[in-house]
């Protein structure tokens, strides 16, 4: 009977060791599930920030979307707005500039005919309709040079025809002073082809 006692007293205590490691193993797992609890916590502060911020960038985004769509409206506006005045321009009439619009700066303020006759009377040989308009416009292009001609080819045919005559024709378009040539101080032109002094 003592031998039974003594293996009931072992058998207790193997008990109680078994229990004391359960109630610690129970600590440990309380303060495990603690630790986790507030892990858990601190995860979903986390991804509540997230997706605050999240919201607040999603606004940002459609914000900037709106802005570029705006942008991207008045881009086309004003490309088609450029696109209507390019038009408008080019189917406006050209302005065209008056011959005496066109004379050199120091002409400016002197009749037609006296620049002729001052030119004519500077050189002393004969001079072309297109040599003088050279001497007397700053034109732009053809179409002025033409217009700026045909202008002073009226003058010079008018000035040639009065009597006395203003200055003389030499051939076909060549005109010299009449002076010079009264007085035979007219040198020969490089294109002139002979002829008398009479106006025509």
């Known amino acids: 009977m003592q031998h039974d006692n003594t293996f009931t007293g072992e058998h207790i205590l193997h008990l109680q060791r078994e229990i004391e490691e359960k109630q610690q193993q129970l600590v440990d797992s309380d303060s495990l599930l603690r630790r986790k609890q507030a892990e858990l916590a601190a995860l979903r502060d986390e991804v ?36 209507a005045m390019a038009a408008e321009v080019k189917a406006a009439p050209k302005f065209k500039r008056n011959p005496m619009d066109m004379v050199k700066p120091q002409f400016k303020g002197i009749q037609l005919g006296d620049i002729v006759e001052l030119i004519l009377k500077q050189n002393r040989k004969p001079l072309t309709t297109s040599e003088l308009s050279r001497m007397i416009y700053d034109t732009n292009d053809k179409d002025e040079f033409a217009r700026a001609r045909n202008s002073l080819s009226a ?29 035979g101080k007219v040198l020969p032109s490089s294109n002139s082809k002979g002829g008398d002094a009479r106006a025509s």
């Open 48 to 83: 509540r920030d997230l997706m605050v911020g999240n919201n607040a960038m999603q606004a940002h985004i459609n914000m900037l979307q709106g802005l570029l769509e705006q942008i991207s409206e008045e881009v086309i506006s004003a490309d088609e707005l450029t696109t």
């Open 155 to 183: 003058e010079l045919r008018s000035g040639a025809s009065k009597e006395p005559p203003r200055w003389l024709k030499r051939g076909r378009s060549t005109y010299v002073a009449r002076s010079q040539a009264i007085a």
